[in-house]
């Protein structure tokens, strides 16, 4: 199973410490392949370099031990009809999943509730440690 995270699930890990989120991303990159957009990469360093400058080099070794495959996000994406969000740097990861045939997306952010998608399965982190770890 391919799954990908958002930015504010390694942001949750890396700065404020979060051991449960932190444990179901070990879990995910031992039994599953984990993927990330350039969009989410690029955005969790620009976030915590702005915001929390002492994290950086937590979220940076965090990054560099990930196991991961990279989605590339376009920085103009295309015209499309697959879905309609509110917040462009949503549409961002949202497209780039898609793009990238990711199985699940796991996200704290509730813009991406009731989109109706087939695909990727849309889900709170407790809702996939339930599913998928439990």
Request: proline content about 5%; some cysteine.
């Amino acid at each position: 199973m391919r799954v990908t995270v958002d930015s504010n699930i390694l942001i949750s890990i890396a700065v404020f410490g979060s051991k449960s989120l932190g444990k179901m991303l070990d879990c995910i990159c031992e039994r599953y392949t984990l993927v990330l957009s350039s969009y989410v990469v690029d955005e969790i360093t620009r976030v915590v370099k702005e915001k929390f400058p002492g994290k950086a080099a937590i979220m940076d070794n965090l990054l560099f031990k990930l196991p991961y495959e990279t989605e590339f996000t376009p920085r103009k994406l295309p015209k499309h009809d697959l879905f309609q969000i509110r917040d462009p740097s949503d549409e961002k990861v949202l497209y780039s999943a898609i793009t990238a045939d990711v199985d699940v997306l796991i996200t704290g952010d509730n813009d991406f509730n009731n989109l109706g998608l087939e695909r990727p399965e849309i889900l709170k982190p407790a809702d996939f440690i339930t599913k998928y770890l439990a």
